[in-house]
């Protein structure tokens, strides 16, 4: 990806108003003198129909693979079971971990709310409830699986402090609900406290997330680069381009340590399709961050200020326009491509530093944590739809004794067993927590085989475990509200 050599992308036309858009983008791109070989690949609908589940066949992965780059018009997701969402597919698929959304208004040229808006949210791209990992465990009960790692919180707090520096942005803001989840939110925050010591030319503060996205929502101008974990960021960055005014504008970046993926953070519009009418705004601005992620920095700089001059003259496609005159998809592509080389008046003008490099998290994040892992205790959860809290709770403690001790028992994370309300509603889902009864002898993975075969000896169905384990002594579990 040297600066003067071209630089090989995949490109997919997508569905709906897709095509319109991308040839509106390559257009600009082409005259714009974006060194770049675009090679098309078929994702999408059509993909779908024809029997391959996640939209994209095993040719598509190859060239993705090839060339690590990909500009992509948004696809239409058929609706339905059994198909898979390509975007996640994508994202996990090439470690793309990193999803950067700009949100920018343009008053006074485009209607929002809000005049002086300028942020990046960074969103972790791979992990939290996106695992995908749920299981329904009881006639009553569902359960998702929120998982957040040591490395995944490094790389994607790393990377916002990164992208910070490197484009003059003076803070960074994490949200967590870790007054909550204190694990998992809690690494998170943990995490950016520790890599933001390492920045100290960089503003930090932390938000629990639900006033952190209310602050947002109001003061905006207060935030400038926002890092949190998938599904809030998710929310956030949706929440952010709507109040910026422009859902249709924003485009987002997608980065891995090999690949990186760019594109309009809208959908296909199929309603729209065909018409000539959509606005490319998004998908040029998902260009311009595809530029800077290959170097071509100058190029992006120059779209970038042809496009404000053009929002700044009021050419406007007719979801901007609302009511006055407007231009279609390509003829918008043709004012932008009039003014390459010129600058906004009244709109601040973007200027890129010609030396930045595109940003690598090594992957082998070094784990300097080895932590003594021990075996402590199990929480077994049991399915149960007949008998109260304390008929468990004694026909338990009855069925483990003399060689464990029942501890508590919750349900739905409220403890019901010992003490407990009758107020507290109750499903058929419990979760047992058993600890050797004498505090001397270990817990071993034969003592809790021997547990199940008790409880099951007992009647009783259980459903899955979830064992206890301290960390150098320190209880790597939660204790359970109501303790
Ligand atoms: P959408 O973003 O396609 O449309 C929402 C609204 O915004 C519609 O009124 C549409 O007309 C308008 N709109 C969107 N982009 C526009 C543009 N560039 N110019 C003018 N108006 C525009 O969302 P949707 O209707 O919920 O989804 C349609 C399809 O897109 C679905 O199949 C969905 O799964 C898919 N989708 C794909 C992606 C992607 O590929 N990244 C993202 C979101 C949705």
């Given at each position: 990806m040297v600066s003067n050599e071209q630089c090989r992308i995949t490109v997919a036309r997508g569905d709906g108003i897709g095509p319109e858009i991308m040839e509106a983008a390559l257009h600009i791109l082409t005259e714009a003198g974006a060194r770049i070989r675009p090679e098309f690949i078929e994702i999408g609908e059509r993909v779908y129909s024809s029997g391959h589940t996640s939209g994209i066949t095993p040719e598509s992965w190859a060239i993705l693979r090839r060339n690590k780059i990909f500009f992509k018009a948004p696809i239409t997701t058929p609706q339905g079971?059994?198909?898979?969402?390509l975007n996640v597919t994508v994202r996990k698929t090439l470690g793309l971990y990193a999803n950067v959304r700009p949100a920018v208004s343009y008053h006074p040229f485009i209607k929002n709310k809000h005049s002086n808006m300028n942020i990046i949210i960074v969103r972790e791209n791979e992990e939290d409830l996106y695992?995908?990992?749920?299981?329904?465990?009881?006639?009553?009960v569902y359960q998702c699986l929120k998982l957040i790692t040591r490395p995944g919180c490094e790389k994607i707090i790393r990377f916002a402090f990164e992208h910070a520096r490197r484009y003059g942005r003076k803070k960074v803001s994490c949200f967590t609900k870790d007054n909550i989840m204190k694990l998992t939110d809690g690494l998170f925050h943990k995490v950016f406290n520790e890599i933001g010591?390492?920045?100290?030319?960089i503003e930090k503060e932390h938000w629990i997330v639900d006033i952190g996205i209310a602050k947002l929502a109001d003061?905006?101008?207060?935030?400038?680069v926002l890092v949190m974990p998938n599904l809030y960021g998710d929310i956030a960055s949706d929440m952010a381009a709507q109040i910026a005014g422009s859902v249709g504008l924003s485009g987002s970046a997608n980065i891995g340590t090999e690949c990186a993926m760019f594109e309009a953070?809208?959908?296909?519009a199929p309603r729209r399709?065909?018409?000539?009418?959509?606005?490319p705004s998004g998908l040029i601005h998902a260009a311009i961050l595809m530029l800077l992620h290959i170097g071509q920095n100058a190029v992006a700089e120059r779209i970038h200020n042809a496009w404000l001059k053009t929002i700044e003259d009021g050419i406007y496609t007719y979801d901007i326009a609302k009511g006055q005159a407007s231009v279609g998809t390509m003829e918008f592509a043709y004012k932008i491509v009039e003014r390459l080389g010129e600058k906004p008046t009244t709109l601040k003008p973007v200027s890129y530093p010609q030396s930045i490099t595109p940003i690598t998290i090594s992957t082998?994040?070094?784990?300097?944590i080895r932590e003594k892992q021990q075996l402590i205790g199990t929480d077994v959860f049991i399915r149960n739809d007949t008998i109260s809290a304390s008929e468990l709770g004694q026909q338990l403690t009855q069925a483990v004794?003399?060689?464990?001790?029942?501890i508590m028992i919750t349900n739905r994370g409220i403890k019901v067993y010992p003490g407990g309300f009758p107020e507290t509603f109750c499903t058929d889902h419990w979760r047992c927590r058993f600890q050797m009864a004498d505090e001397t002898s270990k817990c071993t993975p034969q003592a809790i085989r021997n547990l199940l075969e008790l409880i099951e000896g007992a009647g009783l169905f259980w459903i899955k475990l979830e064992n206890l384990y301290t960390f150098d002594g320190k209880p790597g579990f939660s204790l359970g509200q109501g303790q």
């Open positions: 079971g059994g198909f898979k969402s695992a995908g990992i749920e299981h329904r465990q009881t006639n009553q010591e390492l920045y100290s030319d003061t905006p101008e207060m935030f400038d953070i809208h959908g296909s399709a065909g018409k000539g009418i959509a606005n082998s994040v070094e784990i300097t004794k003399p060689e464990f001790q029942l």
